[in-house]
């Protein structure tokens, strides 16, 4: 019998008891849909799940993506890509998947198949309960104006670390990776609104002069990291985290000096 457990006041839900072994049916699919609308961040006991059932439950929820710029597991399993951190796949950012997409992906499908020894937690931050706690006008204020989200953005913070170049960065705007989006948008499952920023891309607020739509962001930043709006995960083996992209940041905490490899599996709704 599979149980429900809360981990956090804001966001996070635990389920055990699924039998990956025997294969998941119809009503253990839809215990994960109803705990994933309600909690926004899941974890699943999942240390006998396949690549062929990670593929089979993101299926359940939307249309795998492809990405060109990780490596995957190879034919029939191409939409499973492999997080390793030896290559440096370490995303030690708040940020929304691919928010400079016209249309990101909607949730997240992450198995952790290899783990340090300590470290390596991954934290979310619930932006439904962020906008929540704003004040009536602010949230009257933010609602109706759209932000632009930019993946330059990472490029020009890299080099600034000394990870990249010039010509990254140029190569990183010529892409034409930016979009617009609101900068509340409403949750589909829960009706709930959410503050649809991240440090990570969101470059300005549109319509407004540069100095107010960065004060706005710099104030909606620092909101975000208020702790009650927090949940860190910490991994153990076989763990499949699942989110829900359109109302949650997340940031995977770069703490170790260990393999740490992970399967991931997005989705578009």
């Not at 950012?93 to 198995?111: C, G, I, N, R, V």
């Not at 962020?130 to 009257?140: I, T």
Request: a negative charge; hydrophobic letters at 40%; glycine letters at 6%.
């Amino acid at each position: 019998m599979a149980k429900v457990t809360q981990l956090n006041g804001q966001i996070g839900a635990r389920i055990d008891g699924l039998n990956f072994a025997t294969g998941l049916d119809a009503s253990d699919y839809a215990l994960v849909a109803q705990t994933l609308a309600e909690h926004h961040t899941v974890c699943l006991a999942a240390k006998d799940m396949s690549p062929e059932q990670h593929l089979a439950l993101a299926r359940c929820f939307g249309e795998p993506e492809h990405h060109d710029f990780f490596n995957n597991l190879g034919p029939g399993l191409e939409y499973v890509t492999v997080l390793d951190s030896l290559k440096g796949d370490r995303a030690d950012m708040w940020h929304t998947d691919e928010q400079y997409l016209s249309k990101p992906p909607a949730f997240t499908f992450t198995h952790a198949k290899v783990l340090p020894d300590f470290g390596g937690d991954t934290a979310f931050i619930s932006l439904c309960a962020a906008f929540e706690s704003l004040s009536p006008r602010m949230q009257v204020y933010l609602d109706g104006l759209h932000a632009l989200h930019d993946y330059a953005k990472i490029a020009e913070v890299s080099r600034q670390y000394g990870l990249g170049d010039h010509e990254a960065v140029g190569a990183a705007f010529a892409s034409g990776k930016h979009a617009s989006h609101p900068l509340v948008r409403c949750h589909e499952s829960s009706g709930r609104k959410a503050i649809f920023v991240s440090p990570t891309y969101t470059r300005f607020i549109e319509g407004l002069p540069p100095a107010e739509s960065a004060t706005v962001l710099a104030f909606l930043f620092q909101h975000l990291m208020r702790p009650e709006f927090q949940y860190r995960h910490r991994w153990q083996e076989g763990d499949l985290m699942i989110w829900d992209n359109r109302c949650i940041l997340h940031y995977a905490v770069n703490d170790y000096d260990a393999p740490r490899r992970m399967h991931r599996i997005s989705v578009m709704v």
